[in-house]
């Protein structure tokens, strides 16, 4: 799913550590950023103070919160809403295609979910590259499933206890969700700005592109110390490392990088950590390695197992200069909170987030416990992951990796029970055992022992911080 939060919170990831400011910078007016149409509206909320910042996309036809879908049969996006997702995989290398039959010819939707009664329902299939199409939702089936094995015959599969079975309708008709495409507006010197432009003339920023090596990229520290716009390490095109402890060579000297695909891809990243400061150094992907390397605990090297994801080795480094400049900068100040951006090559700016110096993190709107809205922190340097140190789960856990290097001191965390958030302060640490609570199919509740994650640390939740510390917004849909 897309959003103009969720890109925005993404390009935030890598400015870390990379503050600075330019005197003078144009601030971008609305409509450059975001912009709606006919059917969709977006989300906006405002302040006593003047401030407007976008949220999600609200689609008045379905009257609900709709997100962007690269989607089959023509690869363009849609703002779907409604849709269930299947998710179930029987058997590895299984296309996820079920049927209702023995010749495999009437089609089956799974689910594990309970309760959800989205009208519409989304099939990925390996016919169309993975890409999700959309159908409404048939009856619900209680006969025998079947499946095509990885030989092409078509065989009966035993389902697991609490999954649900469903009829696939007729696919959803054209008009259905409102259709969308990817647009280029040039921003600078090697840098292109995209956006998604919906056919009902909405509009919104989705992501940057580095258009000297023709791919996306996001802010980051250089290896020229310059901030810089690099490339993606979250999609199949990148390898990022080094990889801890597994090497290319059999003297463990040479290190190896992971890919999500066992394609060789065009990058790799390297990320050379200095006391605080993180740094990016792109390379070539020069071959996939059919071999690998372990160092034993008495410093010998010996051969391992290939696991997944695949290993690759690197090949020389892009030039630094090669990526375009995307320098964090403080666009305005409404009130209390600071808007942050980036300015690119020096010719163009986008907002990325808000900052609250009073406390002294980037924070998002969300609601509180008494469902107003409001600017809560946002830093993932601590935050809670379902641990908890107790055997009941009753005392959750912070967590926080390379915490010398951690500037957060509160964790905004969730409550289960109504959906709103609270704020906590950092407790003591926690040097115990932790526990991790796992939710069963048939929606009972675990509580199991779980390992640490190397390099992380655990802090108790301290005192909650009222909710009225932090800056009160209106959301409104435009």
């Known amino acids: 799913m897309r ?27 609305t409509e450059d950023v975001f ?35 690269k989607a089959a049969p023509d690869g363009a996006y849609y703002c779907v809403s409604g849709v269930a997702q299947q998710g179930i995989l029987l058997h590895a290398g299984e296309t996820n295609d079920f049927y ?15 309760g959800d009664a989205a009208p519409f329902i989304s099939i990925r299939s390996a016919l169309h590259d993975g890409l999700p199409r959309f159908f409404t939702r048939g009856e619900h089936f209680t006969g025998t499933v079947h499946a095509r094995n990885q030989d092409g015959a078509c065989v009966q599969r035993a389902l ?5 079975a469903f009829r696939v309708g007729p696919e959803a008709p054209p008009g259905t969700f409102v259709r969308g495409e990817l647009r280029e507006r040039r921003s600078g010197p090697g840098i292109a700005t995209v956006f998604i432009e919906g056919e009902d003339g909405s509009s919104h920023f989705d992501h940057l592109r580095a258009t000297e090596h023709d791919v996306p990229c996001l802010a980051g520290l250089a290896s020229d110390d310059v901030s810089r716009c690099l490339p993606l390490t979250i999609n199949n095109q990148m ?26 891809p065009r990058f790799t990243v390297h990320f050379e950590t200095n006391q605080c400061t993180t740094r990016v150094r792109v390379l070539s992907g020069k071959e996939r390695l059919t071999q690998t390397y372990l160092q034993q605990a ?3 090297c010996r051969p391992t197992a290939l696991a997944s994801p695949c290993y690759v080795r690197a090949g020389e480094e892009i030039p630094a200069r090669s990526w375009p400049e995307a320098t964090p900068i403080d666009l305005k100040t409404s009130g209390r909170l600071r808007v942050r951006g980036l300015s690119l090559a020096q010719s163009a700016v986008i907002p ?20 107003h809205s409001r600017c809560l922190p946002s830093s993932l340097e601590l935050r809670f992951t379902g641990l908890h140190a107790d055997d009941a789960c009753t005392q959750p856990l912070l967590e926080s990796f390379r915490d010398e290097c951690r500037q957060a001191s509160l964790a905004t965390l969730r409550d289960a029970s109504t959906g709103g958030f609270r704020v906590h302060e950092r407790g003591t640490r926690h040097d115990g055992a932790i526990f991790h609570q796992f939710v069963s199919l048939d929606g009972s509740t675990h509580c199991f022992e779980s390992g640490r994650q190397p390099g992380a640390a655990y802090w108790r939740t301290g005192a909650e911080v009222p909710a009225t510390s932090f800056v009160l917004g209106i959301p409104s849909v435009e």
Request: aromatic content about 8%; hydrophobic content about 35%.
């Open 239 to 264: 390898a990022s490392g080094p990889t801890p402890h597994v090497w290319a060579n059999e003297t463990c000297t040479e290190p190896t990088y992971h890919s999500l695909s066992c394609t060789l």
């Open 352 to 371: 990325t987030a808000l900052f609250d110096p009073q406390v002294g993190m980037e924070c998002r709107f969300e609601k509180d416990m008494e469902g």
């Open 3 to 29: 959003s103009i939060v969720m890109t925005w919170a993404l390009v935030i990831l890598w400015m870390a550590g990379c503050g600075g400011t330019t005197p003078g910078a144009p601030a971008p007016r």
């Open 298 to 300: 008495d410093g010998t």
């Open 160 to 164: 697991s206890t609490g999954i649900t």
């Open 35 to 69: 912009r709606s149409g006919s059917r969709l509206r977006f989300e906006v909320t405002t302040t006593r103070d003047g401030l407007r910042w976008p949220g999600n996309l609200f689609d008045r036809t379905h009257g609900a919160v709709c997100h962007w879908v």
């Open 100 to 114: 209702a039959d023995a010749g495999c010819t009437q089609q089956l939707w799974l689910t594990s979910g309970t």
